[in-house]
């Protein structure tokens, strides 16, 4: 399943558990979203890998980086003094709020109240919490996020000419493909905002990583539906999630009460996605061990941890021996930056950056 110079650098790699990036593949992808995307302004969402090699590659491509916390805002504006930057995020401290942005994201009445305490100047968009239905999502935005319709009444009455409404920013679910987020787009624009942010949540599916989102149609929705509008969409799983590998080896294989286990190098300490989400985690196993093992039958991969939620896959058909290689795919976003790097401190992951 993976390319052929992946297996090579994943082979190639003088010590594992590492992490292995294509910048090029990256590169690639996030031009063709670029172009997709065509007039709709396009930005990253730090929050699924603020890698800074990432982040390099992304900055070609993309218009500015939605952070939420005065760290991301940090280093982003670190390595791109002249990036646009949007701030999201709930329960923005008066120092954050207090952060140079081209847009801020206003979460509640009295978060834009004590935005206007700061006395600065801020171009707000307010964060909408509509009562809309999002079937089919792998995780839903309502809750805490956001204002309904007395919330926004309320914020509407209080800007003045400094801290001034721009528009709206909405983001209600993770997971979404393209036809539930072209009927969420239709319903969102049907409204007087000059302009819009619709958020991220583009499908990824690590179930079948050959199914992409399809970027063509929505970006050709949304150009029918911009009419002169500023629209913009910040997507991050979806940009990032496939040119991440997290590169281990086998180090026992046993059989208990009739499960077959396969234990890795590292865990979901490094590679936290397939816990958080409880998916089977995508991988290719490269047959250099030739130590014991199991032949075609199905394995459940685990990690290092001591812990029965350190589960990479489950009851995968397949044959793995002693000092195989294993590459787990789509380990690009909410991955690494969202583990419990130091549960049982066993050493971390290198990090190793295929290059142009
Ligand atoms: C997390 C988040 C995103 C990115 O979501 P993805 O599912 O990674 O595309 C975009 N906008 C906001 C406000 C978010 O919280």
């Not at 009295?110 to 089919?136: F, H, S, Y």
């Not at 393209?178 to 990824?204: C, F, H, K, P, W």
């Not at 009851?315 to 590459?327: E, F, L």
Request: hydrophobic fraction near 40%.
């Amino acid at each position: 399943m993976i390319a052929a110079r992946i297996r090579d650098a994943a082979l190639s790699l003088p010590e594992v558990p590492a992490y292995l990036y294509d910048l090029p593949a990256l590169d690639e992808h996030a031009a063709s979203v670029r172009r997709a995307v065509g007039a709709t302004e396009l930005y990253y969402a730090v929050k699924a890998n603020p890698d800074a090699e990432l982040l390099r590659v992304l900055a070609g491509h993309v218009d500015g980086f939605e952070v939420s916390s005065g760290g991301e805002h940090a280093h982003v504006t670190a390595l791109f003094p002249s990036k646009p930057v949007a701030l999201g995020g709930p329960g923005k401290t008066d120092a954050e709020l207090r952060l140079p942005h081209h847009r801020i994201h206003v979460e509640s009445p009295n978060e834009l109240r004590r935005l206007l305490a700061t006395g600065l100047p801020a171009d707000v968009l307010i964060r909408i919490n509509p009562d809309l239905p999002v079937e089919g999502a792998a995780l839903t935005m309502s809750g805490p996020f956001g204002m309904d319709e007395q919330g926004v009444a309320e914020c509407l009455a209080l800007f003045t000419d400094r801290v001034r409404l721009r528009g709206v920013h909405t983001h209600l679910a993770s997971g979404l493909d393209s036809a539930q987020l072209i009927r969420l787009a239709e319903t969102l624009l049907d409204n007087e905002y000059e302009e819009v942010n619709l958020g991220g949540g583009m499908a990824v599916s690590y179930a079948a990583p050959e199914s992409r989102f399809d970027w063509a149609a929505y970006g050709a929705r949304l150009e029918a539906l911009r009419k002169g509008r500023r629209l913009r969409i910040e997507p991050g799983r979806a940009l990032t999630a496939y040119c991440g590998y997290y590169v281990t080896k086998i180090v026992d294989v046993k059989r208990v009460r009739g499960e077959t286990y396969a234990i890795v190098l590292g865990g979901t300490h490094h590679l936290r996605t397939p816990a958080t989400k409880g998916h089977d985690q995508p991988f290719t196993i490269l047959a250099t061990g030739g130590g014991q093992g199991v032949t075609d039958e199905p394995i459940t991969f685990v990690g290092q941890l001591c812990t029965p939620k350190d589960v990479f896959s489950r009851k995968i058909r397949t044959s793995a021996r002693i000092g195989d290689t294993v590459v787990f795919e789509m380990a690009g976003a909410y991955a690494w930056n969202i583990s419990h790097h130091d549960f049982l401190m066993h050493p971390k992951p290198a990090f190793h950056y295929l290059r142009v």
